[in-house]
């Protein structure tokens, strides 16, 4: 195929994929041509007309009113990543462009993540890192105590596809297993991983040791966490979350890990990202925070953009998109 025949898809950066590695982004660069968002601006008459698909890694470039004008042969947007709640979907259907992301290739990687939040929250792992490490061994102690995993009760808010391959990770851990979700799933799936389905959240939030948000961030579902549901969480409770950070009302969760409402949180995920370096939740103990690291495996990234390829070049051929996002 000739060069200038390939698909001219616009790209936020050539940074951004680099983080699977350079052989990949090689590949890549022989199926697609990719025109970077700098190159379209400085040369918006001679790309606009070209540009078919536009790829966003990492929330970018960010799709508003203006771009999606100036880009009239557009026929797909592709998103790293399961989350949508980045882009109006409302306005990318209003100029006929078809949408696709990735939520199969992030399933397992982000599953983990709140694993490891759930194992290192609940036994102190960064603290004890900082015991084990610092220059006075005076504080080096084995009574660095932490709470059991084991046989406790992880209620996982938003039972999607995470949600049940959590639920799968903590049935080896003997945890019972609450879930709160918008569908009940159906029984034989509740009864392979042990879940118990909770209507009411505020049944959930009471009786779990470990409460995990792996919902989406839609006009509903912000700030789901409040005073009030924090309220309702044991005082030895962990709060985990790796879905948005805007799930959770920032400043009641650090007055409630501040005055022992409930014991810790693990977050992968707040507003905004990165949190300002005076930001309270940086100063306590009982927090530890990731990055937004939920897929940041070189393995799901790396299916991610072969997923994002292939609908892309799916959308181009007037073929069926899989992963499509149903925009009506
Ligand atoms: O939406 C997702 O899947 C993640 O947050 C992006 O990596």
Do not use: C, M, W
């Given at each position: 195929m000739q060069n200038q025949k390939l698909p001219c898809v616009l790209i936020n950066?050539?940074?951004?994929?680099?983080c699977v590695n350079e052989d990949h982004v090689a590949d890549l660069k022989k199926r697609l041509n990719f025109v970077t968002m700098q190159e379209f601006l400085e040369n918006k008459t001679h790309f606009g007309p070209k540009i078919q698909a536009i790829y966003i890694w990492g929330g970018k470039p960010v799709i508003d009113k203006e771009l999606l004008q100036s880009l009239p042969t557009l026929k797909i947007i592709v998103n790293s990543g399961?989350?949508?709640?980045?882009?109006?979907l409302n306005l990318i259907a209003s100029f006929g462009v078809k949408l696709a992301n990735t939520p199969h290739a992030v399933t397992n990687s982000t599953a983990d993540m709140g694993m490891a939040l759930l194992l290192a929250s609940a036994r102190r792992i960064l603290e004890g890192n900082e015991v084990a490490t610092?220059?006075?061994?005076?504080?080096?102690?084995?009574?660095w105590m932490g709470q059991e995993v084991t046989g406790s009760t992880l209620g996982i808010i938003g039972m999607g596809k995470i949600g049940y391959k959590i639920a799968q990770r903590a049935k080896a851990f003997e945890m019972k297993i609450l879930y709160h979700n918008r569908n009940r799933r159906k029984v034989e799936e509740e009864q392979a991983v042990g879940a118990h389905y909770c209507e009411k959240l505020d049944e959930l939030l009471q009786q779990s040791d470990f409460v995990m948000l792996v919902l989406s961030l839609t006009p509903q579902t912000?700030?789901?966490?409040g005073k009030r549901e924090l309220g309702l969480m044991k005082p030895t409770a962990i709060l985990i979350n790796?879905?948005?950070?805007?799930?959770?009302d920032q400043d009641a969760l650090v007055e409630a890990l501040q005055t022992g409402i409930i014991k810790a949180a693990g977050l992968?995920?707040?507003?905004?990202?990165?949190?300002?370096?005076?930001?309270p939740l940086l100063k306590l103990k009982n927090v530890i925070l990731t990055?937004?690291?939920?897929?940041?495996?070189h393995q799901s990234r790396r299916l991610m953009m072969e997923n994002m390829v292939e609908s892309l070049l799916a959308a181009l051929s007037g073929l069926s998109i899989p992963n499509e996002v149903n925009l009506k």
């Open positions: 950066s050539f940074e951004e994929p680099y399961a989350g949508l709640d980045h882009l109006d610092s220059p006075d061994t005076k504080s080096f102690s084995i009574n912000h700030k789901l966490i790796i879905g948005r950070g805007q799930l959770v992968d995920v707040t507003y905004p990202e990165p949190l300002p370096r005076s930001h990055p937004h690291i939920g897929s940041a495996t």
